[in-house]
């Protein structure tokens, strides 16, 4: 007796079909699963049986083999439990259906129940892709899958319900289209709520309207970190294939919410500074997503930067420049896309009260020198903006003034954003920060003051090639915030002031 069923497999982003062949013949009693397997697949063996004696069916006492193809890409997880149960109860007539244009995913349970897994979305976008009608899924998985246009999703509770399904005595209704809905909870915070601090809400105006990264750099209690976490409300809403290709990352690392199972804010991201190298570029030998990826069309942000281990810090280096992160394991290479804002904050020295009016510092210029040192220059040569959060003063904190709100400074970054992706229509660029080195004098186009003036800061900071760059790149947005198509010198003023900390404090030239 033979059956062929059809499933999906994930390894990194990438689905890939799955062919689940069984085999029944006589022979000594043996359950055998080939096609190179790992351990938690192996594991089924006993999940099936105990499923089919739930059902009140007995197992089949016979030479039980079962094939996994393609044999050559290695299966992983739990998600094909049910696809061989199905394939079991196909050749022996349990169920006469032609299931040829069905795909089955998840886990079981002893008892027969189904079990949600992990990266439903990719697998279930390549099962439309691959032209089948429907996917049957664990309930659970249901919301999450619904989410794909074009298939029908299937939610299954039970094995009871898809012998039932097919036998024609219940039929599984499909699972009701997602209808998006924009998430509220994390722009509850607001720009409004800082009180003075007008020159670095600039700065992560100007960060948020053309993705720049940035740096801030104060005393405690200067309003670093309350600065960077309202930073989500003044960013513009994602678009639908943004919101699909982060919750398939969400999705793979089970991170999704069941109630909302796209994702339509953009992520952001805090881990602590004692996170590894490995948690925050991903890894595991079956890679799994770090913090980078997770906050893929969103934010990163490294609270006290200085903290971190200077190793982890530097793999942030690569996925900045190549908006990817790629991991190399035994088992494959995978790419986890990182086209991220990344937004750091970090003291001026140990004690933090480095250059404080008040003469509160303590350390010695060693003490602070080897505390900034953990900042590498190329990797602080990748933050196109570098902030100072001084002190609030106390006419600020007592004033009242109302502070303009995020939904202000989020409609002038909108407009800015708008203007990009007119300028970039047709192209692989999103946004000002990723403009690619030859295409920077083509949308970069200078007057003929803002060109000397660049040139002589050039020579007169010793500036180097990348700063020129970032200089360029953020200039282009301050004048998108202008409505200006031509970037003048006061443009280009501006973004040179806004990298200047790292003359102040490092004393690197750059």
């Known amino acids: 007796m033979f059956a062929k069923i059809n499933s999906l497999g994930l390894f990194g982003l990438n689905s890939f079909n799955v062919d689940v062949e069984i085999e029944i013949s006589r022979g000594i009693p043996v359950f055998e699963i080939v096609g190179l397997p790992d351990l938690v697949v192996k594991e089924s063996r006993e999940r099936i049986k105990a499923s089919l004696r739930s059902c009140s069916i007995e197992f ?86 619904s989410v794909v246009d074009g298939i029908d999703i299937y939610g299954t509770e039970s094995v009871n319900d898809i012998l039932e399904h097919f036998s024609g005595r219940i039929k599984i209704p499909p699972q009701e289209k997602f209808v998006p809905v924009q998430d509220k909870k994390l722009l509850q915070l607001d720009f409004s709520d800082v009180r003075g ?66 994702v339509t804010v953009r992520p952001f991201r805090t881990p602590h500074h004692t996170i590894s190298a490995a948690g925050l570029a991903g890894g595991g030998s079956i890679p799994h997503p770090g913090e980078i990826s997770l906050a893929h069309n969103g934010l990163l942000f490294l609270d006290e930067l200085a903290e971190f281990d200077r190793k982890t810090l530097e793999i942030l280096r690569q996925p900045l420049e ?52 953990k900042i590498s220059g190329p990797l602080l040569d990748r933050f196109d903006l570098h902030i100072e959060s001084a002190p609030v003063e106390y006419q600020d904190l007592s004033s009242d ?83 200006s198509e031509i970037i003048q010198k006061e443009h280009i003023s501006a973004a040179i002031q806004f990298r200047s900390l790292d003359r102040k404090y490092w004393n690197a030239g750059n």
Do not use: W
């Not at 083999?65 to 149960?85: C, E, F, Q, W, Y």
């Not at 600065?227 to 990352?249: G, H, Q």
């Not at 202000?408 to 407009?415: F, L, M, Q, S």
């Open 60 to 145: 089949p006492v016979a030479r039980v083999m079962v094939n996994l193809a393609p044999a050559s890409t290695r299966k992983s997880g739990s998600v094909h439990d049910i696809a061989i149960l199905v394939a079991i109860l196909k050749a022996t007539g349990y169920i006469n259906d032609n299931l040829d244009g069905y795909c089955f995913i998840g886990e079981l349970s002893l008892n027969g129940q189904l079990r949600s897994v992990d990266g439903v979305l990719p697998m279930v976008i390549l099962a439309k892709e691959s032209g089948f009608k429907g996917v049957f899924v664990p309930k659970e998985n249901a919301f999450e899958a």
């Open 197 to 262: 601090q007008k020159t670095a809400k600039t700065a992560l105006e100007i960060a948020a309207a053309g993705g720049h990264n940035a740096i801030l750099i104060g005393t405690p209690g200067s309003g670093k970190s309350m600065l960077a976490k309202r930073m989500p409300s003044i960013l513009p809403d994602m678009t639908f294939e943004e919101s699909i290709e982060t919750t398939k990352i969400h999705s793979i690392s089970g991170l999704l919410d069941h109630d909302s199972p796209l």
């Open 322 to 373: 190549d908006g990817k992160v790629t991991i190399s394991r035994a088992s494959g290479t995978v790419s986890y896309p990182s086209s991220i804002m990344l937004i750091a904050a970090m003291n001026p020295c140990p004690c933090g009260y480095y250059g404080h009016p008040s003469g509160k510092c303590r350390c010695t210029q060693k003490q602070v020198a080897a505390y900034l040192s």
């Open 401 to 483: 003034i109302m502070e303009e709100p995020s939904s202000e400074i989020r409609k002038r970054v909108t407009a800015a954003r708008n203007i990009q992706n007119e300028r970039f229509k047709g192209s692989s660029i999103n946004c000002n920060a990723n403009i690619t080195p030859d295409r920077l004098r083509e949308f970069c186009v200078m007057s003929d003051a803002a060109d000397k003036f660049i040139g002589n800061a050039f020579d007169r900071l010793g500036l180097s090639a990348r700063a020129y760059d970032r200089i360029l790149k953020v200039a282009r947005t301050i004048a998108d915030l202008s409505a």
